[in-house]
């Protein structure tokens, strides 16, 4: 590495007042600006020389050559390949970046930041970013900055502050101390969110809903306007997302939809909880394009795009209290809008198997099958259906010491301890399939695979499971037959499927009623039978009805096992105007119901003979399959949900 400091490549100003730190920055000559790129402003520095520029240019572009077509990570820059060889330090680095941009390097250990600057930052986003306001001056914010190229971190700034930024390089190990020297201490927590309160204030306690009534319009003109509004109310903005996703999070929602209308139409912003939207929040229409911005900025997307979609992620613990990551996807619509929709993915903790739903029979058996050293077992149904919980759940069935499990999804929502747990990313070429062939090489005895998206990772699979690994995936398919059918139609080897094969589990998500205020009544023999016969159909092939026998013996079976003394059968529903326990929805969280078909000797025969769906449903029957619809009505004669959630989640 070389010896020559930081400080000898762009010498900091060392300013002791204010008014000396803006003559400076005006007065600023950079040394190394005629430069014509970087490889030659750090030869000009003498931090380099010409061979070790001429050998990091050869290992860029066989790194670039190696990504993905228009792809370059941040890994192939010359600087980060030069400071990763260890020929330079990040200091060195970014003070011959400075110095050839132009951009001063500050020591501030001898000047007093401006009060009305650091006003405009709160503490713990100074402590965050690594960031200090210094000066206001002309509408022009002085920031010292750790990183001052940081487009993304300077978009955020620039809008939570609402001024023009003159960004500067902090000296070397200067700017922590000055940020601690500076910022007031709180009595109470400083992580309250960008916006909350100046320092030194206390925040304020205001929900989403009051929040935008703060941002109504005050005139007639402003009410109609199309244009973007950004004036003194924008930390009102800030607050009210950072309140709505804390909102949003504590009622349990999935997701939140940002709905753009035409003007002078308010935004419509709607909770899905428990799978069901709500309207939640309108907000006034002449916020909607700053609204937009703001989350593009937290999500680090292009705030000037709004022709093309766009996704990215949030780490809301980077603006708020709570510890919360959110998917991010913007869809321009009709008239120039654009609408956001952003998926919470908070880092849950796996449910034990015994509190998902899965009845006593599917239970006992998938834990018998998941206690197998080697073999393939699936979870499918639509998006959304709970199929990632119940893996991690079965999962932390068997987590012990003794056995090394490698999970690849997209995205991790679900962390534990003893899990080696990795992120796929597509773009660099980190697929499925990938890190399949990876996990193999790396003595697994558990695989976890999101999904079995196409033919080769489903084939990796087939033969990890085959070779002494236990692999767990999900599948999209309505029902646990169907899957058998899709993954041959994708190219499987019907013999090394059938081997390999040791259980498909289909499940849906239906709404639990509220234990505090269901309804109950006692069931009329009219509708137990009519319940009985829906029962018995679902698991016939519909060519006859069930005779009135079958149908009558049914109900006894339920009378024996639910039945509830002298009052017998009871019928479940949701109260209509709910109660405060479940906020008056009348439901309270979601129920998985199953379908677990479990390969046998006749299930592998027909799938070798590539037999239809019918055919290994109605094997999959005989060995004591219950069907999903089959499992809701035992669950609503239970009193956990009711039938219209049960009808409407297993369509036959």
Not at 50 to 61: C, F, G, N
Not at 384 to 394: A, I, P, V
Not at 435 to 455: K, N, Q, S, W, Y
Not at 506 to 532: D, G, I, M
Request: proline residues 7%.
């Amino acid at each position: 590495m070389s010896s020559l400091p930081a400080h000898a490549v762009n010498p900091p100003l060392r300013p002791t007042t204010t008014r000396e730190l803006w003559d400076g920055l005006h007065a600023h000559h950079p040394t190394l600006s005629r430069a014509r790129h970087l490889g030659e402003a750090l030869q000009q520095s003498g931090l380099v020389g010409r061979a070790t520029i001429e050998s990091a240019l050869a290992h860029q572009q066989k790194q670039r050559r190696n990504a993905p077509p228009g792809d370059y990570p941040d890994k192939t820059l010359l600087g980060q390949i030069l400071v990763r060889n260890g020929v330079l330090s990040e200091a060195q680095l970014q003070a011959a970046i400075a110095a050839w941009l132009g951009d001063p390097v500050i020591d501030p250990r001898q000047l007093s930041p401006d009060p009305s600057a650091l006003a405009l930052v709160p503490r713990h986003v100074a402590e965050r970013e690594s960031v200090l306001p210094l000066l206001l001056e002309d509408e022009v914010l002085v920031l010292l900055m750790a990183d001052p190229w940081d487009q993304r971190l300077l978009d955020e700034l620039r809008f939570l502050t609402q001024h023009r930024l003159l960004p500067a390089l902090a000296a070397p190990g200067t700017l922590q101390p000055t940020i601690a020297r500076f910022y007031p201490r709180q009595s109470g927590p400083t992580a309250s969110p960008p916006g909350t309160s100046a320092p030194g204030e206390a925040p304020k306690a205001l929900d989403a809903r009051a929040l935008a009534n703060e941002l109504a319009p005050v005139s007639d003109t402003e009410a109609h306007t199309d244009a973007d509004q950004v004036n003194e109310s924008d930390n009102t903005l800030v607050r009210l997302i950072n309140t709505l996703i804390s909102e949003a999070q504590a009622h349990r929602a999935s997701d939140i939809h940002i709905e753009m209308q035409p003007a002078p139409a308010p935004v419509r912003i709607r909770l899905r909880v428990d799978g069901r939207l709500i309207n939640y929040l309108e907000v006034p229409c002449h916020w909607r394009f700053a609204l937009v911005t703001r989350l593009k900025i937290m999500a680090g997307l292009d705030i000037s795009e709004h022709r093309k979609p766009q996704d990215g992620k949030i780490d809301f613990s980077r603006f708020g209290n709570s510890r919360l990551e959110m998917r991010m996807v913007t869809v321009p619509t009709s008239q120039g809008l654009e609408d956001v929709v952003l998926r919470l993915l908070g880092s849950h903790r796996p449910l034990p198997l015994d509190s998902i739903g899965l009845n006593p029979d599917n239970l006992q058996a998938l834990r018998t099958v998941a206690q197998k050293s080697y073999g393939l077992v699936l979870v499918c149904g639509p998006t959304g259906s709970g199929k990632t919980t119940t893996l991690h759940s079965l999962i932390r069935d068997i987590n012990t010491e003794d056995r090394k499990i490698w999970t690849a999804e997209d995205p991790v929502e679900i962390t534990q301890e003893g899990l080696r747990q990795v992120q796929i990313n597509p773009r660099i070429g980190w697929t499925f399939a990938a890190a399949m062939r990876t996990f193999l090489r790396a003595d697994p005895d558990v695989i976890m695979i999101g999904e079995m998206r196409d033919e080769e990772t489903a084939r990796i699979a087939v033969e990890a499971s085959l070779t002494g690994h236990l692999v767990l995936s999900t599948l999209h398919t309505n029902s646990a037959p169907e899957s058998v059918g899709r993954l041959l139609e994708i190219g499987l080897d019907p013999f090394n499927f059938s081997d390999s094969l040791l259980a498909i589990l289909a499940q849906r998500l239906v709404r639990r009623l509220c234990p505090q205020c269901r309804e109950a009544r006692p069931a009329t023999p009219e509708a137990l039978h009519a319940l009985a016969r829906q029962y018995l159909q679902s698991a016939s092939d519909g060519s006859t009805p069930p005779s009135a026998d079958d149908v009558q013996h049914q109900v006894a079976r339920w009378q024996h096992s639910h039945g509830q003394g002298p009052q017998g059968l009871m019928l479940y529903r949701a109260h209509e105007a709910g109660c405060p326990h479940c906020e008056h929805h009348g439901y309270l969280g979601r129920l998985g119901l199953h379908e677990l078909m479990l390969s046998n000797d006749t299930i592998r025969s027909q799938i070798r003979h590539r037999a239809s769906g019918s055919e290994l449903r109605q094997s999959a029957l005989a060995a004591g399959m219950k069907t999903l619809r089959q499992d809701g009505i035992e669950k609503m004669l239970q009193g956990l949900t009711d039938l219209n959630e049960v009808l409407a989640a297993t369509n036959l």
